[in-house]
């Protein structure tokens, strides 16, 4: 979990407390605590919104999602939101892990650096943390001819 800590300031010797510089302001009376999973979230919303970006995660973690996705009560909601996506939190830092599919006919390399300019904006935005690294990995690509694969029934095999 990651603590952003601020500092109580306190007033002059023998002051009351709140008296001091410093002490109105709402910033500097507590500490605020971001979880790894919602940096993961933000990282996750970030890249998905990059045109190019066909869906997350590597082969197999797609393949479950996707069954624990039309499963009842399996849990596709937000597990599919952070799906191919692995954080390090640190008190003022974040290292940020990716696994994309990209559509085909797509510039990969520009798509990454798409995906990495969105995913460090809305973080440092969000969450106030310093990310001090990216990795994108391009696990797949999405053809054209796959979306048809996909929507047509399966025969049975056996008559």
């Known amino acids: 979990m990651t603590e952003t800590t601020q500092q109580n300031r306190s007033g002059p010797p023998g002051g009351r407390l709140g008296e001091g510089r410093g002490a109105s302001d709402p ?45 009842p009560g399996g849990g596709g909601g937000s597990s599919s939101v952070t799906r191919g996506v692995k954080v390090e939190v640190g008190e003022t830092q974040a290292a940020i892990d990716l696994d994309i599919v990209v559509e085909y006919g797509v510039s990969i390399t520009d798509v990454a650096s798409d995906v990495r300019e969105n995913v460090i904006g809305s973080i440092e935005r969000m969450a106030g943390l310093e990310v001090v690294e990216v990795n994108v990995t391009v696990d797949d690509v999405k053809l054209p001819d796959e979306d048809q694969e996909e929507e047509q029934p399966e025969r049975p095999r056996l008559q």
């Open 27 to 71: 910033r500097v009376r507590g500490r605020t605590t971001i979880a790894d999973g919602v940096v993961e979230k933000i990282a996750g919303m970030a890249a998905r919104e990059v045109d190019g970006v066909h869906a997350m995660g590597a082969g197999m973690s797609r393949t479950f999602g996707a069954v624990r996705d039309r499963v």
